[in-house]
């Protein structure tokens, strides 16, 4: 009961607090934004640390690159599914679910994850090149049950933000919808190849508050058809458009390999995405995870160099571009590294298998024999967090692709099984792919480090 009060006194004041913020900035502009941030840390106190708010009121209070960028999405998005995301990403995820994560953790002797990623289904509507998914069966599903359960037992663990891949998860529209009006108080973002949009799922979105897409790009046409199938780009352009005409908030998920990712961080490319309306562009390293797939396709260190220092150039404060972006594999040093194994997430395949990573296919709990809970409790899991950071350079953050002799002790110490539900992988098999790569990104990462770590 008492937790209900404060968690109810709590939402309210950060959700009059943006919504005051909101029509100040429509006034005022930067100084509304700077408004925002001193009311949104009244109530998240030290859920960031003290120079997280001052870099944000330094960069939110002159007229710069991330006040038009805000300045834009309040003019281009539908200001109440703009709230109904702040409110249940913001404040039920990344603040009431992280900290009752942390809390309930640390009461039970686990690590409980801030996120979930789960796939609602094995089928896609397309076959792309390198993806480990499309060689899944098409025929595994999660039931709506099934669904409902995650999310629900997630929520007594506090897990508030959930994230659907797939197989394309636009294949089980219907019910995600359905999933997402129950826990209005979750949000819901799907990555998709965004060929299965349509007017009526934007008005579910608009609706719902709580569902944001992030479709996948492998570049300009030529580039993204290729990997895609013939028509798929023209298709991810009319999605946009559709949103972008609804109100909607969208972003890009992006793949980089060893023939893109110079691309698909280009000046043009990226007006081309800020142009089209994209508020986010996750960028993701190309895993070697599958039988059949080779290294060819893998990012060299040089690239993976030049990616380090290209984000950090497009997100700064200053100079680069108004967009957000992420680069997974780059970042690890702003979370201590590897975040998976249920430190901060973990997956859950369409077979049910609950993975410590979606690109990390082994496990020894399944949702259909255990709780949730019991399932987070799993040896690999254990192995994992004890184990975490695998690296003491932030910059080797994966157990797999920089630390494969740690994924291979921790998968044979703890009995995991392969969850590859086509060709059972083994984890030698995958490690030994990744063995000189791990040896030629030691020196480099060693190089950054201590150019941005010197002490």
Not at 138 to 164: C, F, P
Not at 202 to 214: F, Q
Not at 330 to 349: M, P, R, T
Not at 415 to 425: H, L
């Amino acid at each position: 009961m008492e937790y209900g009060l404060k968690h109810a006194a709590e939402r309210k004041a950060f959700e009059s607090a943006v919504s005051a913020a909101m029509r100040k900035a429509d006034k005022s502009g930067s100084e509304g934004y700077v408004e925002m941030v001193n009311a949104i840390q009244k109530v998240l106190g030290d859920a960031w640390p003290e120079h997280a708010y001052d870099n944000l009121r330094e960069a939110l209070g002159k007229d710069g690159k991330w006040t038009g960028y805000f300045n834009n999405l309040l003019k281009n998005t539908d200001r109440e599914y703009l709230k109904g995301l702040l409110m249940s990403f913001g404040f039920e995820g990344g603040f009431t679910g992280f900290h009752r994560t942390r809390k309930l953790g640390q009461e039970l002797g686990i690590k409980i994850p801030w996120i979930i990623l789960f796939d609602p289904t094995s089928a896609c509507n397309l076959h792309c090149t390198g993806c480990w998914a499309s060689e899944y069966s098409h025929q595994l599903n999660l039931s709506w049950e099934d669904m409902d359960r995650i999310v629900t037992e997630g929520k007594e663990l506090g897990i508030h933000a959930y994230v659907m891949t797939g197989g394309e998860p636009m294949v089980r529209k219907r019910d995600i919808v359905r999933l997402a009006r129950k826990h209005s108080d979750c949000g819901f973002m799907l990555f998709t190849n965004g060929t299965l949009v349509d007017q009526q799922f934007c008005d579910d979105m608009r609706s719902c508050k709580n569902i944001v897409l992030s479709m996948s790009i492998e570049g300009d046409e030529q580039a993204t058809d290729a990997r895609r199938g013939a028509g798929t780009f023209r298709k991810v352009m009319d999605a946009m458009d559709l949103l972008r005409s609804n109100g909607l908030a969208y972003g890009t998920s992006i793949c980089y390999t060893r023939a893109n990712c110079e691309a698909v961080t280009s000046d043009k490319f990226l007006d081309f995405l800020i142009n089209k309306g994209v508020a986010f562009s996750w960028y993701f390293h190309f895993m070697p995870v599958g039988m059949d797939t080779t290294m060819d396709l893998v990012p060299t260190v040089e690239q993976r160099k030049y990616m380090y220092h290209r984000i950090r150039e497009i997100r700064g404060f200053e100079g680069g571009k108004p967009i957000f972006c992420m680069d997974f594999q780059n970042d690890g040093e702003f979370v201590s590294g590897c975040i998976a194994g249920g430190k901060y997430y973990c997956h859950i395949n369409p077979n049910g298998d609950v993975e410590p990573c979606v690109f990390i296919h082994y496990s020894g709990a399944n949702i259909h024999d255990m709780p949730l809970l019991d399932c987070l409790k799993q040896p690999l899991f254990k192995a994992y967090q004890e184990a975490q950071p695998f690296n003491r350079n932030l910059l080797q953050p994966c157990p797999m692709l920089e630390n494969p002799q740690m994924l291979r002790k921790m998968v044979e110490a703890t009995g995991a099984k392969s969850t590859d539900m086509m060709e059972p992988e083994s984890c030698t098999h995958l490690c030994e792919k990744c063995e000189h790569y791990a040896q030629e990104w030691a020196p480099v990462a060693k190089e950054l480090w201590n150019e941005n770590h010197p002490s």
